[in-house]
């Protein structure tokens, strides 16, 4: 099975708006204003490519609103190796038959507006011993009616976490089938957690056929990001990029299958 891409961009979006008001802690060392560029990458441990896209920031003033373009035309490097410009702001790097490591750093680096941005990321180690109990289930269903005899039984992730580190869990619905629920459902099931286990009721799994469990290890900087951003409070972002908004940051990720079976 083909995983798929972790709708992780929301959040850097919400960092492309700019209020020009506000206030509170301030979160970054360097200056930010209207020209300061907005960079995007996630690097995912197994890919044998890196993506990173480049835009402008969204600008709300009081009579006026200035969208988002991408920054095209420019010169990224990843650990001194040069970056295709592959579409309208999106710069990728293809790896070849190598492919991205735990415990690797990997160091991003170009010029804008005269100042050098430059963003570092460790890929963290990656998700062993992943489990989901049960395995399965059977569940009824009749008319859109979900027998609830099962609900006290909860369907629990394990993982190993020797570090306190912390993940995220994803659920794909999308090989399941229903005639009364949506099954294209590709959900982001917590907040970012220090934990070795995360438990879900059988309700979250109303369409009978397989579902994908991701676990992703995700580092620090998108945890304050996704913090940041879940708190709403956009006037003082943060940022581990120097001379940039966004994120430039790895996790790694393992999944499991667990399957309703409609009792006969």
Sequence with gaps: M???AIP????????????????????????VNTSTPVVESYLEEGKNS????LYSMEVFLKEDYIFSKPLTGLTLKINDRELTETDKGLYTLALGEDTIREGREYALQFDYGGKAINASTLVPQSVKNLKVEPEYMEQSASYGYWNTESDSVRITLTWDN????????????????????DTNSRRRMMQPIQAASYAMPPMEFRSVGNYYMYVYRVNKEYVELYERISSSDLANPVSFI???????TSMSVAWVKFQVIEAE
């Excluded at 890196?50 to 896209?53: D, E, L, T």
């Excluded at 794909?172 to 089938?177: E, G, K, L």
């Excluded at 120097?242 to 430039?248: C, E, V």
Aim: net charge negative; hydrophobic share 40%; proline share 3%.
């Design 242 to 248: 120097d001379n940039a908004l966004g994120i430039f």
């Design 2 to 4: 083909k995983k798929y």
């Design 50 to 53: 890196i993506s990173v896209k």
């Design 8 to 31: 992780f961009g929301g959040f850097v979006a919400a960092c492309a708006s700019l209020l020009l008001s506000g206030c509170g802690e301030e979160l970054m060392p360097q200056e």
């Design 162 to 181: 020797p570090d306190n580190g912390y993940y995220q869990v994803y659920v794909d619905a999308s090989n399941t089938s229903s005639d009364f629920f």
